[in-house]
């Protein structure tokens, strides 16, 4: 099993930038494909990015393709997900995940752990 902690959330003005971490231990981060999703008061969990376990294939959502950046640093057994141009409909509690599977999914019920989440909101 990996057990996953997120880190970098916060509060930032609309237009700020963000830098989340989700740091793996218990097992190698290059064993498992990582994926961000994120969850708003009274809406539905959903997709943000994913890579796969080199790092060569990667996918975001519409909603944040030009503005967030996924990556991973296997040697360090952490994910990334850089947030800039933030806007106030970015506001939610994101959550990282792995998927140990050899494939990269944009579906939640595809990965099998997740850390508790870090909170961002993003004022206007």
């Known amino acids: 099993q990996v057990q996953l902690v997120e880190s970098g959330g916060g509060l930032v003005q609309a237009g700020g930038s963000l830098r989340l971490s989700c740091a793996a231990s218990?097992?190698?981060?290059?064993?498992?494909?990582m994926g961000w999703f994120r969850q708003a008061p009274g809406k539905e969990r959903e997709f943000v990015a994913a890579?796969?376990?080199?790092?060569?294939?990667?996918y975001y959502a519409d909603a944040v393709k030009g503005r967030f950046t996924i990556s991973r640093d296997n040697a360090k057994n952490t994910v990334y997900l850089q947030m800039n141009s933030l806007k106030p409909e970015d506001t939610a509690h994101y959550y990282c995940?792995?998927?140990?599977?050899?494939?990269?999914?944009?579906?939640?019920?595809?990965?099998?752990?997740w850390g508790p989440g870090t909170q961002v909101t993003v004022s206007s």
């Open positions: 995940a792995a998927d140990g599977t050899f494939f990269v999914s944009k579906s939640g019920s595809a990965y099998d752990f």
């Open positions: 218990g097992r190698t981060l290059s064993s498992y494909a």
């Open positions: 890579i796969s376990r080199s790092g060569g294939s990667i």
